[in-house]
């Protein structure tokens, strides 16, 4: 199972081929398996047994729960290394509770890293430390054609376009693409609207687009604007300002100076963000700042990044470290991070962390990721070392922050823990989970549902779902009510999933006793269920929790009550989640009904004026002439079109 450079390479940066070739590695090595009988771990035995070769190895406890995930150059070598008399306290912790062990011998140390990443992914072993996927990374992304289009984006990238970054985060993507729409005035708006425009938008007005919908610019100058963008964007700053000074000049000498007072302001904002980027020359085009901090039980990791020598920001991460574990550590949270981030993301050919020791084994890491040498920097200079010491800073305050946010949820679970007489230890509140449900359309159209978690603490948004509810009438919420949750809890009563501590449903006695009716039917312990129901005048902290028992009087926590403010923050989470999702669903109905309703129009045609016109709004704006000029629709069909369209439109 050899494995070459680009498969490596290809691995890394395409899901697909990353989900393809794992499916391959696992297959093939699975006669490879190490396991141990059922007996008191003999570690000495174990480690006799082991082959000098690359691999992954494994970690059971007596239940046969997982435990450790670690990959190895060596796997004789790096699993002995558990077996020592000095070990750190989060280690010996672990190794205390080894019943059994596997391992999986590979051909390489990459085969290796691809399969350990896999498996941490999937199987959530309890001592790794944990990165939650989040979002993927924001690009600017620039298209092709004679006007090409300046967006915001996230995905999979393909070669027919331009893309820019990764940013670490949403704010410095779109800061960006604001400066660039003021000093470049790129368009920013859909091909439906461009092909579609009579006159400039408001964008053009304010100067921040060309107007090239309008032919206010050339295709040529356009193109201009558009290729100093890019070398702005590589970090070209120095080219872009020699170029806009000699179009000033230029326009200066044929007496233009309309358009030399635009280069001078473009050139004066793009002196500005230099200046405050760039205090000092930036020795490096492109480098990452890596900084981990600990502080009462909890870990943060700061990602800063810089491209094209400009600083664009930085992002926190906060890492699963497991229940009733120690500390790591900040060689291992770092060592989980490069393999969790980089598996997905470019390695840069600099990176700066914040150990104080050189480590060879996080060298090791990146150096096999990139597949090439990085420059790992511990102790940087001058505006590296600022770089450095930014990022320590902004982790520290994030992690500040998170714990003091986690104290005050505890608090919350604790009050609300007691109000209902749960019987769940303080040590177990990491694991107390909350499912919330609400409902929501507009006037029975685009009905959704929303199911939000709360878990570990805080709101956990990848767990969130929305369901489609489907043949039920329209406004009827308990229909709808009992749709979702069979659907959800379904899994729970085949045995593929745990019931949580409280499943909450958006309403009053009406809707727990449709969710009780559901529970009986799956067979589940209702007694989990909990209503909130609207107080008095349907005043915000005048609530009410309503149980499956009738006979149990509802429960007021008051305006004060901690617990009440957990619910309340749980609720309206849910409630947020299932507005957007149903304004999405409903302007997408409305965008795409009434196309479908026109007369004389099939799916060939729908589709082909979908793509000429975008939306039903701008195809209701256009004239007779406009509609015919469709391949596939006469003038006769494009006046029946018309006129249907101005009939139900006033």
């Known amino acids: 199972m050899a494995v070459d450079t680009y498969l490596i390479k290809s691995v890394f940066k395409f899901k697909k081929t990353y989900q393809r070739y794992m499916e391959t590695a696992l297959k093939e090595t699975e006669g490879k398996l ?24 494994r970690y059971f406890d007596k239940d046969g729960n997982l435990l450790y995930v670690g990959k190895a150059r060596d796997l004789k070598r790096r699993v002995s290394s558990y077996f020592q008399k000095t070990l750190a306290p989060r280690t010996k912790l672990m190794v205390d509770q080894i019943a059994s062990a596997q391992i999986t011998v590979v051909n390489s140390e990459a085969e290796a890293l691809i399969l350990e990443s896999n498996l941490i992914k999937t199987q959530d072993p309890r001592f790794n430390i944990l990165f939650r996927d989040d979002k993927s990374y924001p690009y600017l992304k620039l298209s092709s054609g004679e006007y090409p289009r300046l967006s915001y984006y996230r995905g999979a990238l ?72 890019k070398e702005f964007l590589r970090g070209d700053s120095q ?27 473009h050139l004066a904002a793009i002196s500005s963000v230099v200046h405050q980027q760039s205090m000092e020359a930036a ?9 981990a901090v600990a502080s009462q039980g909890e870990v943060c990791v700061n990602l800063a990044m810089v491209r094209g020598g400009r600083h664009l920001g930085d992002k926190a991460s906060f890492p699963s470290l497991g229940r009733n574990a120690e500390l790591p550590e900040l060689e ?80 919350r679970i604790g009050a609300l823990v007691q109000e209902l007489g749960l019987d769940i230890p303080e040590s177990e509140y990491e694991d107390f989970r909350v499912e919330c449900f609400d409902i929501s359309h507009s006037s029975g159209e685009a009905t959704q549902a929303s199911c939000v978690v709360f878990a570990g603490n805080r709101m956990d948004s990848s767990q969130y779902r929305r369901f489609n509810i489907k ?52 067979g589940l312990d209702k007694n989990v269920i909990v209503g909130v129901a609207k107080g008095e005048g349907r005043k915000v902290g005048l609530e009410e929790l309503v149980f499956p028992d009738p006979d149990k009087e509802p429960l007021k926590l008051g305006q004060e009550s901690p617990a009440l403010m957990l619910i309340a923050q749980i609720r309206d989470e849910a409630h947020r989640f299932a507005i957007t999702g ?37 195809l209701s704006n256009a004239s007779v002439e406009d509609i015919a000029s469709v391949d596939g629709i006469s003038q006769t069909l494009a006046r029946q079109i018309y006129a249907q369209l101005h009939g139900q439109i006033s």
């Open 582 to 618: 149903m304004r999405a669903k409903r302007a997408k109905a409305r965008n795409y009904s009434r196309i479908e309703d026109l007369e004389g129009v099939g799916p060939k045609r729908r589709q082909k004026l979908l793509e000429r016109f975008g939306s039903l709004k701008v």
């Open 471 to 522: 043949d039920v009438t329209a406004g009827d919420d308990y229909a709808a009510m009992k749709q979702v949750l069979t659907r959800r809890y379904q899994r729970v009563a085949n045995g593929e999933a745990t019931l949580p501590n409280i499943v909450l449903v958006d309403g009053g006695r009406g809707q727990v006793k449709m969710a009780c009716e559901v529970f009986d039917e799956l």
């Open 239 to 265: 080219k872009v300002q020699e170029d806009l000074t000699r179009r000033m000049n230029e326009y200066s000498q044929k007496l233009d100076f309309e358009r030399a007072a635009v280069m001078r302001d």
């Open 34 to 57: 190490v396991n141990l009988p059922d007996k008191k771990f003999d570690s000495a035995e174990f480690l006799k047994n082991l082959p000098h070769l690359p691999g992954v190895y």
């Open 332 to 411: 291992e949270v770092l060592e989980a991070f490069i393999t969790h981030h980089y598996t997905q993301m470019d390695v840069p050919p600099v990176v700066i962390i914040n150990l104080e020791e050189r480590s060879p084994r996080i060298e090791e890491l990146l150096n096999t990721i990139a597949d090439k040498k990085v420059n790992v920097i511990y102790r940087p200079q001058n505006i590296r070392r600022k770089w450095l010491e930014l990022a320590v800073t902004n982790a520290k305050v994030s992690l500040g922050r998170r714990v003091a946010e986690e104290g005050s949820q505890k608090r």
């Open 158 to 229: 393909d070669k027919r376009n331009s893309y820019f970054g990764p940013y670490p985060n949403a704010n410095a993507a779109k800061d960006t693409m604001l400066l660039l729409q003021k000093v470049f005035q790129l368009r920013t708006c859909e091909a439906s609207v461009f092909n579609n425009r009579s006159r400039p938008c408001l964008l053009y007005q304010i100067g921040r687009c060309s107007g090239g919908c309008c032919k206010k610019v050339s295709p040529e100058e356009y193109g201009k604007s558009v290729d100093l963008a």
């Open 283 to 291: 020795p490096d085009a492109n480098a990452d700042i890596i900084a």
